[in-house]
């Protein structure tokens, strides 16, 4: 059983990657507060989403699952869905490098990285379009597939930001240089892949739904 839910833990895992190492809110927040203070501060910020997305993800799975047996409403989250991955792609393939100067003006507490988390549309975006979707469809078949894609996108989301602390507090240079640059355009060309993947499945509900 876990072989067939390696590829729902791959999944999590791009997902988690890209939003982590994605240019953003959060990932400032998690810069400034290393620079400022330390690399526990910024390991602190980097735990935002642990706090804020909770609430997230069960108001998307309970609404969600009660439009569960509506097949074209489904395709039309689906294409959402996929366009909003293709949308997080492009973020990642025209990444540049990160201004520390501008970081240097903005500082933050771990409690303002939170609500600046909770007020940021990508979870919910996220969750509603990709995550939520996913971890209903798959649980039909095994509770294992929805908990491996979650662990990975968490364990990649946090970890991702939490590496960053650790390298921007030894190396300030790392994020304006093109070995970040790449990785971003790697992970952009992965998320490519899911959105295809995911506008596949929206035509087949959307197919489905006008038999």
């Keep these: 059983m876990i072989p067939e ?4 833990l791959a999944a999590g895992t791009v997902f988690g990657l890209s939003a982590g190492f994605a240019p953003g809110p959060l990932l400032t927040l998690v810069v400034t507060q290393t620079l400022q203070h330390d690399i526990r501060e910024g ?17 998307s799975l309970f609404l969600l699952s009660k439009l569960s047996d509506f097949d074209r409403l489904l395709g039309a989250i689906s294409l959402v869905g996929g366009l909003y991955v293709l ?14 100067e501008e970081a240097h003006d903005q500082p933050r507490s771990l409690r303002k990285g939170a609500v600046i988390n909770a007020l940021n549309p990508h979870p919910y975006l996220f969750w ?8 209903l469809r798959s649980s039909q078949e095994s509770l ?13 989301l946090v ?16 994020l304006t240089k093109k070995g970040y640059i790449w990785t971003m355009r790697l ?12 506008l596949k499945d929206a035509l087949s509900f959307l197919i489905l739904a006008s038999l």
């Design 43 to 59: 390991i602190k910020v980097s735990m935002a989403p642990l706090i804020t997305d909770f609430p997230i993800i069960v108001v």
């Design 87 to 100: 949308y997080l792609a492009y973020g990642c393939l025209r990444t540049g490098p990160v201004n520390l």
């Design 144 to 156: 294992l597939t929805p908990v491996l894609f979650a662990t990975g996108f968490y364990v990649f």
């Design 187 to 198: 992970l952009g060309c992965l998320l490519v892949v899911f959105a295809f993947l995911l």
């Design 128 to 135: 509603a379009t990709v995550g939520g979707p996913f971890v």
């Design 159 to 174: 970890g991702a930001k939490v590496f960053l602390a650790f390298v921007v507090g030894k190396s300030r240079a790392f």
């Design 5 to 8: 839910s390696l590829p729902s």
